[in-house]
């Protein structure tokens, strides 16, 4: 009877055991590291990543997230991926300092076997000259573990010059019958600093508008850098400069006080003009000191990257590209919201 007994307690004491141990959260690992922790777009996105993730737990289900910032230096971010590898992440979210590095990390990356996702920039496809091909990349299509998620920075470009062709003198101010703008870039080793560059201007050529370019500067998508650009500019060309078109919203910001110490009005003697749709740009749109921004949807797309980000934890097949859209932002968009 005893015996029984104490059989009877040690199979209840098993069962116990592996009811505990089938109850316990299974805990997955995401390393994330951003190109820079400074950059005002990327805060939000970075945010929004974590966020997210949060969200989706369960008492099952568990991310556990070590975010990293790389400051803008691609050896940082090497050593970043190192020991994301060496700590056995589950998978990788990585916003890359210098695309022309994708190469060499995916493999690393690959050869480790850790699924990976690529957010906001976009590693490209070259010819044996170095010039950029309108085509996917290898390192993205030939690993089934591997995507990018992003937005296509030529709409974006092209909203931000469909703005100004919209208003009712189509940007000529001084009625010369041309739209003198100056250009104040992002990084250019960067796809969306190239492409909102080309696209704002082609989408007013394309407008049948004329245009003159006054000065063409990299600001590095940085606020100080686009307000020391703009102010520059506005000091060297005066009221020739009839557009401000700034690669992203934060170097706007910047040229937005350039504009307001130079004594300069937007909507009456100049328009400026983002991308990103940052809070502080939406609200200087509304006290009508910013002409336009596009929406660059850091909601949407960092939702888009972790979910795919899970999928690959679940083991589920992905696709290579993930696009998000851009939205116009103008005043009557924002007064309607
Ligand atoms: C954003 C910029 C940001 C950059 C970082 C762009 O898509 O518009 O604001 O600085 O991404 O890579």
Redesign the pocket.
């Known amino acids: 009877m005893k015996k029984t007994l104490a059989i009877l307690l040690a199979a209840l004491m098993l069962i116990g055991m592996f009811s505990f141990a089938s109850a316990e959260a299974k805990t997955y690992k995401v390393g994330v590291s951003i190109?820079?922790y400074t950059?005002?777009?990327?805060t939000l996105y970075r945010n929004e990543i974590e966020n997210y993730f949060k969200s989706l737990e369960t008492d099952d289900v568990k991310y556990e997230i070590t975010m990293a910032d790389a400051k803008n230096d691609m050896a940082e971010q090497t050593n970043q991926v190192r020991n994301f590898i060496t700590q056995g992440m589950d998978v990788i979210i990585l916003?890359l300092v210098q695309t022309s590095s994708a190469d060499a990390v995916i493999d690393e990356i690959v050869a480790a076997d850790i699924p990976l996702v690529l957010i906001?920039?976009e590693p490209l496809a070259y010819d044996a000259d170095g010039n950029t091909l309108d085509e996917s990349y290898a390192g993205i299509l030939n690993n089934a573990k591997v995507c990018y998620v992003?937005?296509d920075?030529r709409q974006?470009g092209t909203f931000q010059g469909e703005m100004v062709a919209a208003l009712d003198n189509h940007g000529d101010i001084n009625g010369d019958g041309k739209v003198s703008y100056i250009m104040i870039e992002?990084?250019p080793e960067?796809i969306?600093a190239q492409y909102r560059t080309e696209f704002s201007v082609k989408a007013l050529t394309d407008a049948g508008i004329e245009v003159e370019c006054l000065d063409d500067q990299v600001g590095n998508?940085d606020q100080t850098k686009g307000q020391e650009l703009c102010a520059n500019a506005l000091s060297n060309y005066g009221d020739k400069i009839e557009v401000v078109f700034c690669?992203?919203?934060?170097m706007a910001l910047g040229a937005a006080t350039a504009i307001q110490t130079a004594g300069r009005k937007v909507g009456e003697d100049i328009y400026l003009l983002g991308?990103?749709a940052l809070p502080e740009a939406i609200d200087l749109i509304k006290e009508g000191d910013m002409t336009g921004t596009v929406l660059?949807d850091h909601i949407g797309q960092s939702h888009t990257a972790v979910d795919v980000a899970v999928k690959l934890l679940n083991g589920e097949d992905i696709e290579n590209y993930y696009w998000v859209d851009y939205v116009k932002v103008d005043k009557a968009y924002v007064d309607a919201q």
Do not use: E, I, P
């Not at 950059?39 to 990327?42: E, L, Q």
């Not at 690669?247 to 934060?250: A, E, F, P, R, Y």
């Open positions: 190109y820079q950059d005002n777009f990327m916003n906001n920039r992003g937005a920075a974006s992002g990084d960067n969306d998508w690669n992203n919203d934060g991308v990103d660059n």
